[in-house]
């Protein structure tokens, strides 16, 4: 009798990685907007235990010492989460919304490809982050931002599959993908 392969071997990924996915469409873009909404609502949970961790390791006993600090750290955790998610194909937010990172073969992506794909998605931030360093009120900054937002994902809509830009310029697509009924 065959002895099951480890959970680490190629037989396994077989198992447990879905279908190709090259010709799977991108999901409509209300879809991902609301993907990227409820994103942001589970990232708070992120975001506290991370500042918990930063302010009990750094002794920080106020909110303004160690900010750009806290900054710079919560910006390498994210990092850190959306990498690990999006090579293993999806975060928990996209898997409620059928959502999968892939590249353009439909295969799942490294851990390198999440990686550019995290920085180039920075550039949604890039104009607001660039007007508060700039000394921007920051009524108008959350109103750049929103403006910025919307700007960039209307603009997905003239790529020729309707993706993000930074997943073009990433080497990735967002597909619409659920598993098969058993």
């Not at 994103?39 to 750094?58: K, P, R």
Request: glycine letters at 6%; aromatic letters at 16%.
């Amino acid at each position: 009798m065959p002895a099951s392969p480890s959970p680490h071997s190629p037989q396994a990924d077989a198992r447990t990685t879905p279908a190709p996915l090259a010709e799977a469409t991108a999901p409509n873009l209300w879809r991902r907007m609301a993907c990227w909404l409820y994103e942001g609502m589970l990232m708070f949970g992120v975001v506290f235990i991370a500042g918990y961790l930063f302010g009990t390791l750094s002794q920080t006993r106020n909110a303004m010492d160690n900010r750009h600090a806290l900054q710079a750290f919560l910006f390498v955790v994210f990092g850190i989460y959306f990498t690990w998610f999006w090579a293993k194909g999806q975060t928990l937010a996209q898997k409620t919304w059928h959502i999968r990172v892939v590249g353009q073969d439909g295969q799942p992506i490294t851990q390198a490809r999440a990686l550019l794909r995290y920085v180039l998605s920075w550039l949604w931030f890039l104009p607001p982050l660039a007007a508060y360093m700039f000394g921007v009120p920051a009524l108008e900054v959350l109103v750049l931002l929103g403006g910025w937002v919307a700007i960039w994902a209307i603009l997905s809509r003239f790529h020729p599959t309707r993706q993000f830009w930074h997943d073009a310029l990433a080497g990735t697509r967002l597909v619409h993908y659920e598993l098969p009924k058993k």
